[in-house]
């Protein structure tokens, strides 16, 4: 069993800057990936970045050279710096991990909104 709290969303002006945080506890030691995915209203839920634990890093075009993902080891905690926000990255963010012999969990989701 893995538990993910995302926290760090708000509700910001265009341009702005927010960084999310996921903390992982439970089996934490059996995780592969972990990674950030959102869900606007009325679409389909769409992966945002990813990070392995070779930390290979990949990123969906709509935010590649904005956004970063990274992550913590020592607090088992995954980030996602989001930088030039704009109005179109308005959704539930969802942070997830992926564990090394296949089941996937998923946080709560923390309400982003980029709006002046």
């Known amino acids: 069993q893995v538990q993910l709290v995302e926290s760090g969303g708000d509700l910001v002006q265009p341009g702005g800057s927010l960084r999310l945080s996921c903390a992982a506890s439970?089996?934490?030691?059996?995780?592969?990936?972990m990674g950030w995915y959102r869900q606007a209203p009325g679409k389909q839920r769409e992966l945002v970045a990813t990070?392995?634990?070779?930390?290979?890093?990949n990123y969906a075009d709509s935010v590649k050279g904005r956004f970063t993902i990274s992550r913590d080891n020592a607090k088992n905690t995954v980030y996602l710096q989001m930088n030039a926000l704009k109005p179109e990255d308005t959704a539930v963010y969802y942070c997830?991990?992926?564990?090394?012999?296949?089941?996937?969990?998923w946080g709560q989701g923390t309400q982003v909104t980029v709006s002046s």
């Open positions: 990070i392995t634990s070779g930390n290979s890093t």
């Open positions: 997830n991990a992926r564990l090394a012999y296949g089941p996937l969990f």
């Open positions: 439970g089996s934490i030691f059996s995780i592969y990936a």
